[in-house]
């Protein structure tokens, strides 16, 4: 099956709820930054446990998306993709965290797709919480924007258990191309900063605040 069927399949059962129930509850990860006058600003963003997966808790696998799908997804969820900064917070903070597993033959099929699902789950032995180091990241990044060629896809992560990523942020993909470490993490929209609400767009707009959730020079893509 092409990915153009099947990412409105996959679309379709997630926004039908058949998905784990470990994936409805968002799990806390802490942010902090410093001001230009050393005043710290402490936040909190909200972020699904694993990838995006389809099933129930006792049958269920993880399906890489394009971006495009991903962010359908994320629009109807209230959330958005991570920013590389936040792929390395999610990482730090990770309570299972899981040595990469590369494969080289059939990237894109489905079967691989599969395969690569079960061998995380035989490396996870049934651990909970907070997961990293299974999958690139797809994320928004202003790479996307600067290309020189269109229809990007930018993924960063995949780290190593020395914490360092085997994928840096990288923008070469066209967008519809999907293999098996691609993973789709969300981030609810609202983070908390000092205790209030602010929306993912308006603080990406800060030019102080923005510094809480991306490390990039320019900051202005916030979708896909």
Known sequence: MKWNEREPILIDAVLSGNIPSFL??????????????????DAVCFV????LSIGNNEDWARVPLTPMAAQVI??????????????????????????PVPLYAFRD????????????????KNRKGLIAGI???V??????????????????????SDGRPIQPLYSGHVNWYVD???????????ILV????????????????????CDEEFCDCMRY
């Open 24 to 41: 409805k509850k968002l799990v806390p990860v802490k942010l902090s930054m410093k001001d230009s006058l050393g005043k710290k600003i």
């Open 48 to 51: 699904t446990s694993d990838y």
């Open 74 to 99: 994320a629009d109807s969820l209230q959330c958005f993709l991570p920013t590389r900064k936040l792929v390395d917070e999610i990482y730090q903070q990770a309570v299972v965290k899981l040595e």
């Open 109 to 124: 099929s489905a079967i691989i797709f599969w395969h690569h699902h079960l061998i995380v789950e035989g490396q996870r």
């Open 135 to 137: 999958k690139k990241d």
């Open 139 to 160: 994320v928004i990044s202003d790479k996307v924007h600067r290309d020189a060629k269109p229809n990007r896809v930018a993924i960063y992560g995949w780290h190593k």
């Open 180 to 190: 098996y470490s691609h993973g789709i993490r969300l981030v609810y929209r609202k």
């Open 194 to 213: 000092e205790g209030k609400w602010k929306d993912y767009t308006d603080i990406m707009a800060d030019p102080v605040l923005r510094r809480l959730i």
